[in-house]
């Protein structure tokens, strides 16, 4: 059974910096992307940023330019740098893996990112 487990979560200042990061645990099956969506209060969930084994990543417009996606697939770990917070980007932020050859996708619990101005 895979697991997802978030950490790096909390409150920051607007233009603040947090790092996110998620690590698959269980049993040792590959991705063939991995990323993080978030969800904010009465909206939907939506794509932050996401990174394919071959290290192709997709950006929400939003957040280009101030976040970084990148993992380390030896520890099947996939981290985001966020800096120049805002506080529109204050959502739980989930963790997301899609299996190879299954395309199952995998979500962690949710990590809490709060941006106070």
């Known amino acids: 059974q895979v697991q997802l487990v978030e950490s790096g979560g909390g409150l920051v200042q607007v233009g603040g910096s947090l790092r996110l990061s998620c690590v698959a645990s269980?049993?040792?099956?590959?991705?063939?992307?991995m990323g993080w969506y978030r969800q904010a209060p009465g909206k939907e969930r939506e794509l932050v940023a996401t990174?394919?084994?071959?290290?192709?990543?997709t950006y929400a417009d939003s957040v280009k330019g101030r976040f970084t996606i990148f993992r380390a697939d030896a520890k099947n770990t996939v981290n985001l740098q966020m800096n120049s917070l805002k506080p529109e980007d204050t959502a739980v932020y989930y963790c997301?893996?899609?299996?190879?050859?299954?395309?199952?996708?995998?979500w962690g619990q949710g990590t809490q990112v709060t941006v106070s101005s």
């Open positions: 997301n893996a899609v299996a190879q050859f299954t395309n199952y996708n995998y």
């Open positions: 269980g049993s040792v099956i590959s991705f063939v992307t």
């Open positions: 990174i394919t084994s071959a290290g192709t990543t």
